[in-house]
Each structure stands twice: as C-alpha cells, then as structure tokens.
C-alpha cells in the first residue's frame, strides 16, 4: 500500500515526538485563573516577539480573527475586507452573526488590495450610513495560492487607515510563510496593525492552536470575549509547550515547503490543460485550474485518491495543494508522476 500523500492543508501535521515530548513534560496550571506557566511563558514570548503588549491564546485562528473585530468594533460597524478572504468566505458569518458588523467585501488582485480601492471604500460620517472602524488584511493569502502582502502596500494602507481613524487587524495565518519567504520580521510585518492573529497549526505544525496579540488594553478586553464564546481553557500549557516548540524548531524548514510548493507547480504547468502560473507561488500554496481539460475540482480529487494522494477543491474548476512537515521532496514527485499518468 502506498504512503498517503497529504496535501489537502497544512492543518493535517501531526506533533513529532519530540514535540509530544515536550508537551507531555509541561508545566502546567489553571489557564483561566492564569496559573499556567507555559501559557503565560508563550503569550510573553509572542507579544515580544510582535514587539506588541500582550497576548491572548485561542484554540483557532477564527475565533481570533472574531476576537478581534468584535474587540475593534461596535455593532452596526462596517469592516473591510477582501472579497476571496478567509474572514469572509470561511469564518460561518461570525462577524455578523456575533460582533454583529457589516462586511464591505472588495475584490483584490491574488487578495491583495490596492490603497486606493481602500480609501474609495472607507465611508465618510454620515447619519444615514454604518461607520467604517476596522479593515482587515490577510497575510499570506489562502485563495491568492498563498499570496504575500507586500510590506511597502501594507505601509501606503496603513497611512490611509491612520488618516481616517481606521484601525487595522492582520491575519496572519500564515504569516511566518511571509516571513520566511521575504526575510521581514514577524514585527516589521506587525509594526502597521493594532492587533495581529498567526497559528500554530498551520506550517508550524502544532496540533491546536492560533494566538492574538495587540495593545494590553484590546488584550484585555478580547479575554473577555474569549471566555463569552466559550474559549476559557484550563491547563492549556500542553498546548502551549507544542506551541512554542514550533517556534523553536519549526519557522526556517518553511522554506523547504516553499519549495516543494514551486516544484510541483512547475509540474503541473506541464500538463497541457491544467492551468497554473508557477510564478504565483510564493509561499505554500498552489491553486490551479482544469476546466480546459473538461474536468472538475471534485473529478481530479478523486481520482487523485484513488492514488492515495489527497487533495481539496478549491471551486468547481480549481484545485488545491498545500506543502506542509506532513510531505517530502519525493511525495511531490510522486504526486506529480501520477498527476502525468492520469491527465496529461
């Protein structure tokens, strides 16, 4: 039987031993009275790490996005974001149905925004009108093939955002491929936004975990919101210790997903209908489209399972493939071999 091929995200790692290891060996305590070591070693690390005040764990990076536009925002509010983001397309409307804000949903380019089209977007005061409070910015981008936002947009948005008294949170996701791909600094990138979201168990390969960090005021305030929705854990060191093991041992070997990614999206452009641009692939991500070949999204995954190769639809046409700890340099090629034997 063939070794499975997990490409359907970077989500699907599992803890390495050392890693169970260190989790099994923490120090732990009663997180929501904040007596977990660990906890608090980790939300201390972080904070400095962003060069922000403090930090707030939680069990997902949608809760954390949640957290912070329901800490940002008042109901009846209006948030910005970009059309194919996460927080919009993947978030179960939590916005509105819990911070209860509007969305202002603006097509980008890859997911990324332009500072004009923000600017057109941000509302000017009015009676009649909801007031735009918070824009938020996704980096790397999911359904952009792992777009980077560029710093020097983030820095023209931010200018803008100031000027209009907008304040700015970053899901940040994936924001160590970012890093790791540009050698910015996790605060260089954090610099330009009041809160940022990152976690643990995407590339970093933890098994549960996302952390958000702002001022120690919005921290404050966003624990709150934390335990309204139920997220108050209780010796959560355990995870915490795999978190920051991830910081230690999993950020640079980033970069040998990355390249699995570009390999095997120079393999697919050699299938004559399957359609993707290599050149897009910055990070981890690698959409790519097969409606030239008369096929569907749900059509290739399949047979792609059949070889025990696991991928996801992405859209009716467009296919999905993450590189993450979970694959290797062979099981792209592999992934590759049989994409030629069975499409090209």
Same mark, same amino acid.
């Given at each position: =039987? ?18 169970? /290891? ?69 978030? !179960? ?42 824009? !938020? ?28 008294? $907008?304040? =700015?949170?970053?899901?940040?996701? /994936? ?21 940022? =979201? ?14 958000? $960090? ?38 640079? /070997? ?21 359609? $993707? ?12 489209? $097969? ?8 059509? !290739? ?8 190769? #696991? ?13 993450? #700890? ?19």
């Amino acid at each position: =039987m063939n070794r499975i091929v997990d490409l359907r995200s970077d989500t699907v790692t599992k803890p390495s031993e050392e890693m169970r /290891r260190v989790m099994a060996a923490a120090e732990v305590g009663d997180d929501v009275f904040g007596d977990d070591p660990t906890m608090n070693l980790l939300q201390e690390r972080v904070a400095n790490l962003l060069h922000k005040e403090a930090a707030l764990f939680v069990p997902s990076g949608t809760m954390g996005n949640l957290l912070a536009i329901m800490t940002h925002t008042v109901p009846g509010d209006e948030i910005i974001v970009e059309r194919e983001s996460h927080t919009f397309n993947y978030e !179960v409307g939590g916005a509105a149905a819990l911070a209860g804000v509007q969305i202002n949903p603006i097509p980008g380019t890859r997911g990324i925004l332009e500072p004009k089209q923000i600017e057109n977007a941000i509302r000017q005061p009015n009676v009649h009108i909801p007031q735009t409070r918070l824009l !938020v910015l996704e980096n790397t981008h999911n359904r952009g093939s792992g777009a980077i936002y560029p710093l020097d947009k983030i820095k023209e948005i931010s200018k803008i955002a100031r000027k209009h008294e $907008v304040l =700015m949170h970053l899901d940040g996701a /994936r924001l160590f491929n970012a890093c790791v791909a540009t050698g910015v600094e996790p605060k260089d990138y954090a610099r330009y936004f009041d809160s940022v =979201m990152f976690c643990f168990s995407k590339g970093l390969g933890a098994p549960i975990g996302s952390i958000l $960090v702002g001022e120690k005021s919005f921290i404050e305030k966003a624990h709150r919101y934390r335990k309204m929705l139920g997220g108050g854990m209780r010796q959560v060191g355990i995870l915490a210790a795999a978190a920051l093991y991830a910081l230690d041992h999993n950020i640079e /070997r980033l970069a040998e997903d990355h390249a699995n990614a570009k390999k095997l999206a120079h393999e697919i452009s050699k299938i004559p209908d399957f359609d $993707v641009e290599p050149e897009h692939v910055e990070t981890n991500i690698v959409v790519f489209d $097969v409606e030239n070949a008369g096929l569907t999204a749900e059509e !290739v995954v399949e047979e792609m399972s059949k070889k025990d190769i #696991l991928l996801v639809p992405f859209g009716k046409t467009l296919v999905r493939a993450v590189t993450s #700890l979970a694959v290797d340099s062979d099981d792209i090629q592999r992934t590759a071999d049989v994409m030629h034997e069975l499409f090209d």
